[in-house]
């Protein structure tokens, strides 16, 4: 139990920072940075452990490595079925619409390309029970801006994941696999 009770302190604490952010550019990048984080640690915990246990860093989902970038960690979670095809449609757009910010000198969620990509996300976001059970604890059901929209979707986005990370199985391997190797 302590370790639910840890993330509900860290992640409501996170939840905070981001509501308190009213400038969407820094709330775009703090939101994924969460989701990017998420996404390492559901791959930390669904595969087998690193072979060499004594290195500080995982050689496959840190530093220069094959899954350290935010889409490699978006793309392996859906080839390994931890997520549908739904938020990874969500994934995939709010890290557009992070690169976009992040890389650009002027950044407008109403312009094109920015545009778009909000919109996609909204479409898989928007109508999911989750969405609607975040909006209601956070915004009481008022009505809500483009910046709490953004705010709600995002934290949306996290729980779903916190969620995902909280009942993941670890993967054993494939045991007549592993037989066959082992002779």
Avoid: W
């Amino acid at each position: 139990m302590p370790r639910k009770i840890e993330t509900r302190e860290l992640f409501d604490s996170f939840a905070e920072d981001l509501l308190a952010e009213r400038s969407i550019r820094p709330l775009i990048i703090v939101g994924t940075a969460k989701v990017a984080d998420l996404l390492l640690e559901i791959l930390r915990a669904f595969l087998l452990p690193q072979i060499k246990k004594e290195q500080e860093s995982d050689e496959m989902l840190e530093g220069d490595s094959p899954l350290a970038t935010f889409s490699a960690r978006i793309k392996m979670c859906r080839r390994l079925g931890l997520i549908d095809d739904t938020l990874y449609l969500a994934l995939e757009r709010v890290r557009s619409l992070r690169n976009l910010s992040a890389h650009s000198l002027s950044f407008d969620t109403a312009a094109s390309p920015a545009r778009e990509y909000l919109s996609v996300f909204r479409a898989n976001i928007t109508g999911r029970q989750s969405y609607q059970l975040t909006r209601k604890r956070y915004f009481d059901s008022k009505p809500i801006h483009a910046i709490e929209e953004c705010q709600c979707m995002l934290l949306t986005l996290s729980v779903l994941l916190e969620a995902v990370l909280q009942n993941i199985t670890p993967t054993s391997g494939n045991r007549k696999t592993l037989r066959i190797a082992a002779r």
